[in-house]
């Protein structure tokens, strides 16, 4: 016997002359309908992130670990684009930048915060400022964090005498932290740049990846006594007659 629910050419012309009932129509799914199951979805999802790990099946457990997986990721996403963004706005300088003393409040002790200032103070035709304008040109632009600055001593200082020239002035948030100040204090026409690199790397101004001291080690005349046990080392003795 034929099925009278089924979509036949027969069927629809027996429906028509009413020998058989009408198909009975399919149910309409509503909005409701829809909230409904997307309501229980999550209630059955709330549910299975609930449940104890004792609990859990293998496939489970997969589940739970790629879930976890995917929130750690996106938590360290996260954080390393605020660390970068944060970078991006500290590494903007780059380039050693010339001011007069109408520009040092504004340039050196209203820096920002966190940034390190680096002020040369110089005279032309000293030759170790020159070499230092030629170094912190070149750290500039290795470090932009840092802001370079430079300046003619007079300009800023105008009592500066020349025997303090080379001077370096560190600042940071509007503190003075470290002054340079004399030939001394960079070891003369003898310095390099990895020296001075070293020495704002000590100081804090940058973050140098020397590892160490560049400058060549000191050793004074008690610790080399002490080293060779007060004797006299092999060059003098085959001095001696």
């Not at 704002?200 to 610790?223: K, N, Q, T, W, Y």
Request: include cysteine; glycine fraction near 6%.
């Amino acid at each position: 016997m034929q099925d009278p629910n089924e979509d036949t050419e027969w069927n629809d012309a027996l429906r028509r002359h009413g020998i058989i009932p009408e198909k009975p129509k399919e149910a309409e799914i509503t909005e409701e309908d829809i909230m409904k199951i997307l309501d229980e979805t999550i209630k059955e999802r709330d549910a299975k992130d609930n449940k104890p790990l004792e609990e859990m099946g293998l496939d489970e457990l997969l589940e739970k670990e790629d879930d976890e997986d995917e929130r750690v990721l996106a938590e360290y996403r996260r954080k390393r684009m605020e660390e970068m963004k944060a970078e991006a706005r500290l590494a903007h300088f780059g380039d050693v930048r010339e001011i007069s003393a109408i520009d040092y409040v504004q340039q050196v002790n209203e820096a920002g915060p966190g940034v390190w200032v680096v002020l040369h103070l110089y005279k032309p035709g000293i030759p170790l400022c020159s070499l230092i304008n030629q170094y912190v040109t070149q750290l500039a632009v290795k470090f932009p964090k840092t802001k370079f600055l430079k300046s003619v001593s007079t300009t800023c200082v105008p009592n500066l005498p020349d025997k303090h020239l080379p001077t370096v002035f560190i600042y940071c948030e509007g503190q003075m932290r470290r002054q340079l100040v004399g030939p001394l204090e960079f070891g003369g026409m003898g310095l390099t740049q990895d020296a001075l690199e070293w020495i704002l790397h000590e100081i804090g101004a940058l973050v140098s990846a020397l590892g160490e001291d560049p400058r060549p080690r000191i050793v004074d005349v008690m610790e080399k006594g002490l080293f060779y046990g007060g004797k006299k080392d092999d060059s003098d003795s085959e001095n001696d007659w």
